[in-house]
T-cell receptor, first 114, second 115 residues
């Protein structure tokens, strides 16, 4: 069975500080990995995705993530956060390149303080 | 591009009524649309996958007679919560995909509150 674990439900951080949001997955087959951001009362916006190739993936808004197959992780990082980055972040995996089905983590609330 | 619109964004209704939520792809044709449910402080859970012109495929544990899905055109899918009860209160999000292999684009969600 597949599962996605986001260990941190909330991450408080001061503005301009670096941040890492952790994501681990469990799967017996190859996966495709995604990070989404959700602002209050809105849908999900794709931040970045790993399909193949370089394990370091750069996304929008200055975010990046690194796929580590041996540790089955796909942690999201940003070197300097802004107040506007305050949102909920979801890690997700898809088992097929058709992206038919996503398994989402429980989300991490990033709270950026001034 | 790739905008998905949901309507309404918020609805409050009495227990026992039926509620219809629309999901539209505004600038692309969506062969496949997905419906998710998000509980407070929880992740999104896929409810069903609908392909234009065919019956929706429901995930295990989702009552297809309770949550009716129609995908009659390439730009519109609807989710009808029939005889809604307070436990159906939730945030419902749809997504649409132009073709296989393309990422899903999410709508802004509909907050459903049943009194």
């Amino acid at each position: 069975a597949q599962s996605v674990t986001q260990l941190d439900s909330q991450v408080p951080v001061f503005e301009e500080a670096p941040v890492e949001l952790r994501c681990n997955y469990s799967s017996s087959v190859s996966v495709y990995l995604f990070w989404y951001v959700q602002y209050p009362n809105q849908g999900l916006q794709l931040l970045l995705k790993y399909l193949s190739g370089s394990t370091l993936v750069k996304g929008i808004n200055g975010f990046e993530a690194e796929f580590n197959k041996s540790q089955t992780s796909f942690h999201l990082r940003k070197p300097s956060v802004h107040i506007s980055d305050t949102a909920e972040y979801f890690c997700a995996v898809s088992l097929s390149a058709n992206f038919n089905k996503f398994y989402f983590g429980s989300g991490t609330k990033l709270n950026v303080k001034p | 591009g790739a905008v998905v619109s949901q309507h309404p964004s918020w609805v409050i209704c009495k227990s026992g009524t039926s509620v219809k939520i629309e999901c539209r792809s505004l600038d692309f044709q969506a062969t496949t649309m997905f419906w998710y449910r998000q509980f407070p402080k929880k992740s999104l859970m896929l409810m069903a996958t609908s392909n234009e012109g065919s019956k929706a495929t429901y995930e295990q544990g989702v009552e297809k007679d309770k949550f009716l899905i129609n995908h009659a055109s390439l730009t519109l899918s609807t989710l009808t919560v029939t005889s809604a009860h307070p436990e159906d209160s939730s945030f419902y999000i749809c997504s649409a995909r132009p073709q296989a292999g393309a990422p899903q684009h999410f709508g802004d969600g509909t907050r459903l509150s049943i009194l």
